[in-house]
């Protein structure tokens, strides 16, 4: 049976969102667009991105990993503006109608906008190649989003969660590692600790390009450099078990500080403020790591725990057209 | 030379734009998500569209039309709602970083958002098959948003503007007409037209998808019905001097009925109201037509001078997977 735009939109789309049923929400899907209210002393956060099949995701991703996907990802750009998430609007591009994908995709992305209660309000389904765009929305206290700016000499540096697991994920692909499959295809949005550093950290950031090239994006600004204990980057037990295993040691190091995909945050806290930050975020999913510190002399350089340092490469993080003659 | 993913933001996206610098954007594209500040007493009006190429734009389309149409698709879905565009946000997919195809897309891009003072405030570019989405915020007094639902038996229907034009564009690929191809490739958002309507109209919508298609998400909530007056639907110059000529007098009437990607607004309005709402609109551009009157009798008929009427067919629009086997 043929399904038009607007049956996929009816039956898989616009749903109850029990969990999500939010009263700031006036007109949701069906109108030319939807109408939602702003608490006064509010401000709006907005973030967009996409997610193209083959670029984004490897081919082979399911489909509720990419419903799932499409939102984290959005959820993490909020938790790193200290944002509390609100609603949402969804692209949809796909080649053919295909009932169990929909249904797949659907349920992975709802049970995530369910459990932060942000609402589906909008959006557009086409026939394209396969690709997801997704703009969230969040509301901070008026003035209070955090932003990449705002880091000073002798800040520490912290990192939510492990580092390198979607990275080692992508490099094993024809080996099974459940675990890190999972934090490649399901990573999850640190939204909880994004609203405790409300505050507290000076500089915040998410960790979709790796941390060097992100931890770079919140030093640029203002000149500064950082210095990386390399030992203490956190890698989850799954993570440990295997770079050690694999090719060399080299991966050890290299992923957390290059690879991509984590969605951790990282951020800065002034040194006067550390113990009220590790304890904001102690029993927080994912909790939270020094891994090193704000430094007046540009660049990012580590250290092992022998005092040894070196000056990473491969600072630039992922570039969709770095191999572009255009 | 090769340009980055932040490069391309930094030469073709983030720049000055004078005419919709905005005090209300407290922190615009460069962080991980914009912060934008809503007036109070106001509601937030949110619509997001994807132009794919091949399937909303003809391949040979210029990318000073895509950047165009893209925005424009929007601010005519927020025109429909009664809303003032404030914001947008942009994810551009490109198969590869053209500075020629960027620098043109941004041009016409611009120069609509300019006119309507709407900021661009953050996005994504990412590298695949080309397509477009953009997430259009507008504002509206609180409670003050045009929806579709509210039109009554014996309501005029009107349109703004004329209709037919881009489909007849899209038929005369071959036959060279710049006239309607401009109405295609640049169409007009009808954002004066949706501010005057506040308070007058009864149901507003976009017509993207053909007037029958889009006149019929606006009746059937309520399960009503109109008589459409055949001969006085709004036909351009251009069109009336090509659609005689062409194949038939079916195309006539066919056209402006059933071909989309014109988006003008049609409206209905009270009948003790019709003065004063056709005084609002005489000067705007575009200005409006009565063409004709909504009844209790579901379905769409149309009528023609000579008092003969049918039931016109073809009023589901464009249906992206009308042919899938999905």
Chains 1, 2 share one sequence.
Not at 231 to 249: H, M, Q, V, Y
Request: charged share 20%; net charge negative.
């Amino acid at each position: 049976m043929a399904l038009s735009e607007f049956d996929i939109i009816r039956r898989f789309f616009d749903r109850p969102q029990v969990a999500a049923g939010r009263s700031d929400v006036l007109l949701g899907i069906g109108d030319d667009a939807a109408v939602v209210t702003v608490p006064d002393d509010h401000d709006l956060v907005l973030c967009m991105d996409t997610l193209v099949a083959g670029v984004h995701f490897p081919e082979d991703t399911s489909p509720g990993s990419i419903g799932h996907k499409a939102l984290a990802v959005n959820l993490s750009d909020l938790a790193a503006m200290g944002a509390e998430p609100a609603w949402f609007t969804l692209s949809v591009t796909l080649p053919h109608a295909d009932e169990d994908w929909l249904a797949a995709f659907a349920q992975d992305m709802f049970r995530l906008a369910d459990h932060y209660r942000v609402q589906l309000v909008g959006g557009d389904v086409t026939r394209g190649p396969l690709s997801v765009t997704v703009q969230a929305h969040g509301l901070v206290p008026r003035g209070g989003a955090l932003r990449r700016a705002g880091a000073a000499v002798g800040d520490h540096i912290y990192v939510t969660g492990t580092l390198g697991d979607a990275g080692l994920a992508l490099r094993l692909v024809s080996q099974p590692a459940p675990a890190l499959r999972q934090r490649l295809d399901y990573p999850s949005p640190r939204v909880e600790s994004g609203l405790a550093l409300r505050g507290l950290a000076s500089a915040v950031i998410d960790i979709s390009d790796g941390l060097l090239a992100d931890l770079g994006h919140l030093l640029e600004d203002r000149g500064l450099g950082a210095m990386l204990e390399a030992d203490d980057l956190p890698r989850s037990a799954g993570f440990r078990a295997l770079a050690g295993t694999t090719e060399s040691k080299k991966l050890y190091y290299e992923l957390p500080l290059t690879a991509g995909d984590d969605y951790e945050l990282c951020f800065t806290i002034p040194s006067s403020r550390c113990g009220e930050a590790e304890a904001a975020l102690a029993d927080l999913p994912g909790g939270c790591t020094c891994v090193g510190v704000i430094e007046s002399e540009p660049g990012i350089r580590c250290r092992h725990r022998d005092d040894s340092t070196w000056q990473p490469d491969g600072g630039q993080g992922y570039q969709h057209f770095r191999n572009d003659n255009g």
